[in-house]
């Protein structure tokens, strides 16, 4: 089955390393999203890509980068880990239809990380 | 600016128990509304949007445009609907961004 997946699953560290997580899928679309989900906060869009020359800010990206090295993969990096970081984040694909405003989001699993 | 508002964090119900789940919107443009679930262990996905106008897992919800809300809506509550349930909006211009709320987390208890 086509699949969205992400590693690592789990990753603690300490304040000021830098830390990327990776992003992979095999649905074909063109188009992909970092999230950072927060208790009481919901998810939150920190980087969208809509294919690998499109890179986008969402509404979090200070102290985040990202790389769209293919277009099944979409980095997001951490230059210098804080502890606020520390929350779950989630890669998400879409495919837009052609003359269509409607896309459905497909999720990874997530990663929490933990910034100590 | 465009929000999304959840306003309960946790509504516990008993099974059979009718529920609503709560979301409002702002937007001033004509705005695409969904519901997302997370089952324990398992991944954000899709349950239902606004333009298809279903049912699924007997859920429903409706676009009420003069109060800006989307609530989502079971008649008879059942133990495995407890999940966290996020509202999310995407605006106009094919963007695929999506605005989520804060999330509600049911519990339907036997």
């Known amino acids: 089955d086509a699949d969205v997946t992400q590693t690592p699953r789990n990753r603690i560290t300490k304040t000021g390393k830098r830390i990327m997580l990776e992003c992979s899928q095999t649905?074909?679309?063109?188009?992909m999203y970092w999230y950072r989900q927060d208790p009481g906060l919901g998810l939150r869009l920190i980087y969208y890509s809509f294919d690998v020359k499109d890179i986008n800010k969402g509404e979090i990206s200070d102290g985040y980068s990202v790389s769209r090295q293919a277009q099944a993969k979409f980095s997001l990096s951490l230059e210098s880990a804080i502890p606020n970081q520390t929350a779950l984040y989630f890669c998400?694909?879409?495919?837009?239809?052609?003359?269509?405003?409607?896309?459905?989001?497909?999720f990874g699993p997530g990663t929490r990380l933990t910034v100590l | 600016a465009q929000r999304v508002t959840q306003p309960e964090k946790l509504l516990s119900v008993f099974k059979g128990a009718p529920v609503e789940l709560k979301c409002n919107y702002s937007?001033?443009?004509?705005?695409?509304l969904f519901w997302y679930v997370q089952y324990s262990r398992q991944r954000l996905q899709l349950l239902l949007r606004?333009?298809s106008r279903e049912s699924i897992k007997g859920f429903t919800a409706d676009l009420n445009k003069g109060e800006t809300s989307f609530h989502l809506k079971k008649p008879f509550a059942q133990e495995e609907d407890s999940a966290m349930y996020y509202c999310?909006?995407?605006?106009?211009?094919?963007?695929?961004?999506?605005?989520f709320g804060q999330g509600t987390t049911l519990q339907v208890k036997p």
């Open positions: 606004h333009i």
């Open positions: 937007y001033s443009g004509s705005p695409e």
């Open positions: 999310a909006l995407s605006g106009s211009g094919n963007t695929g961004k999506l605005i």
């Open positions: 649905k074909g679309h063109d188009r």
């Open positions: 998400a694909t879409s495919d837009l239809a052609s003359g269509s405003s409607y896309n459905e989001q497909f």
